[in-house]
């Protein structure tokens, strides 16, 4: 099966929680024994090198640069899924790509990280919180799954997006093996 990864956020050199977040799930999802199983799309919006994401030699992994300087995921990635989709399409870190009719997605699933610019707008700029509402709405909408970091998340989906309970997972973030205490 072919997975593909927005793994576009995984290679950004200032990372806030977000974008770690991305690089360790994508690591982690490619150190697993079954991975050898599939074949891993990565999504990029610069050049890496495959060592970058780890995973051992014998995962397949496929490297797929997608030039775009403006609206990168909803032109490049969305007319490179709709022409190849994978079988999955996993974005941790960003909004799933803006495609019309919505059944011309791949299966997909997208982590959520917060509503914070609900409660607290003043910590936003306006378009910047329009366009968080916007693709929260349409990840709600248009996902096959949805992973929520805790159960606020999740209950703030249901809250503000009528999003149907049984769409969404709850799957903690943990911290990175260097930061744990001992």
């Not at 970058?52 to 609206?71: H, N, Q, T």
């Not at 079988?87 to 011309?104: E, G, N, S």
């Not at 982590?111 to 929260?136: E, K, M, N, V």
Request: with cysteine; charged share 20%.
């Amino acid at each position: 099966m072919i997975i593909g990864i927005d793994a576009s956020r995984a290679l950004r050199p200032k990372q806030t929680g977000t974008e770690r977040y991305a690089l360790e799930i994508i690591r982690h999802l490619l150190a697993l024994p079954e991975a050898v199983q599939h074949t891993w799309r990565l999504y990029l919006d610069q050049p890496a090198d495959p060592a970058f994401f780890g995973g051992p030699k014998s995962v397949s992994i496929e490297l797929c640069l997608l030039p775009a300087r403006r609206m990168w995921t909803h032109r490049a990635l969305a007319r490179e899924v709709l022409q190849r989709p994978p079988a999955v399409l996993f974005v941790p870190a960003h909004v799933l790509p803006f495609v019309v009719p919505v059944w011309r997605l791949p299966a997909s699933v997208v982590t959520i990280h917060d509503l914070g610019y609900r409660y607290f707008p003043a910590t936003h700029p306006w378009r910047q919180r329009l366009y968080l509402d916007w693709s929260t709405q349409w990840n709600a909408l248009a996902a096959t799954r949805l992973i929520a970091i805790s159960q606020a998340t999740r209950a703030d989906l249901m809250r503000f997006y009528a999003t149907p309970p049984g769409k969404i997972t709850v799957v903690h973030d943990m911290p990175h093996r260097r930061v744990r205490s001992p």
